[in-house]
């Protein structure tokens, strides 16, 4: 079995710019997350989807930030304008209904220069 | 609103050595409670997970981690470490109602395995 797929592994553009980072959950996994881990700091929630729908976006920094679960499969979560400050590691995650256990990706490099 | 602290962020141990990692949380109903490890490229991968019942879990690649209500701690321990436990360790816990919501985490402890 697959497991949560993120595309780019990497990605560097310019302050100022767009960029969206992808996130393919484990097949038939209706719960997907999405954490940041800027530079030095904790691992830190940004939002969850239960299928399309937003269950909980409180960790989202600003409306810069965009995330969406088009027909409950894969996530995107686009960044624009981007920021120096948004430069970190955003890992996505998923988990079952009714399971409190999240599986990783191996998280989105993102560097804003 | 709950808390994770791990108060170490770098543990050297020599190969064979011993290894406890210490993690304490700040959560006012029973937490639920996990640990992941993150190698280098890799993803962050579940080592073990507390919910409830015997404080004592066992997870996988040898660890395991015993949950102290009193002292509000869930130690991850390994008796005898590899050169491949060179990794970022996180300790994280989730809210305790059963939701799926989201995982608070520690800024992590790296372990460096010394020859």
Excluded at chain 2, 40 to 67: N, R
Aim: contains cysteine; neutral net charge.
């Amino acid at each position: 079995e697959a497991g949560v797929t993120q595309f780019p592994s990497h990605s560097v553009i310019e302050k100022g710019q767009t960029v969206t980072l992808r996130c393919d959950p484990i097949s038939g996994h209706d719960n997907l997350y999405w954490y940041r881990r800027v530079m030095g700091k904790e691992i830190k929630f940004l939002l969850h989807f239960v299928k399309e729908s937003k269950q909980d976006e409180s960790g989202m920094p600003n409306n810069r930030f965009l995330a969406e679960r088009t027909g409950g499969t894969y996530s995107t979560l686009k960044v624009q304008p981007a920021e120096l400050e948004d430069s970190g590691v955003y890992f996505c995650a998923s988990s079952v209904t009714g399971s409190d256990t999240q599986y990783f990706g191996p998280g989105t490099r993102l560097t804003v220069l | 609103a709950q808390s994770v602290t791990q108060p170490d962020i770098h543990i050297t141990v020599s190969e064979g050595a011993s290894l406890e990692l210490r993690c304490n949380y700040s959560y006012g109903a029973t937490p639920y409670l996990f640990w992941y490890v993150q190698s280098p490229g890799q993803g962050l991968q579940l080592l073990l997970k507390y919910f409830s019942g015997d404080t004592l879990v066992q997870g996988i690649k040898g660890f395991e981690a015993e949950f102290k209500r009193s002292q509000s701690s869930f130690n991850l321990r390994k008796p005898s470490v590899h050169w491949s436990d060179a990794a970022e360790y996180f300790c994280a816990v989730i809210g305790g109602g059963g939701g799926a919501d989201g995982l608070t985490f520690g800024k992590g402890t790296h372990l460096i395995i010394q020859p």
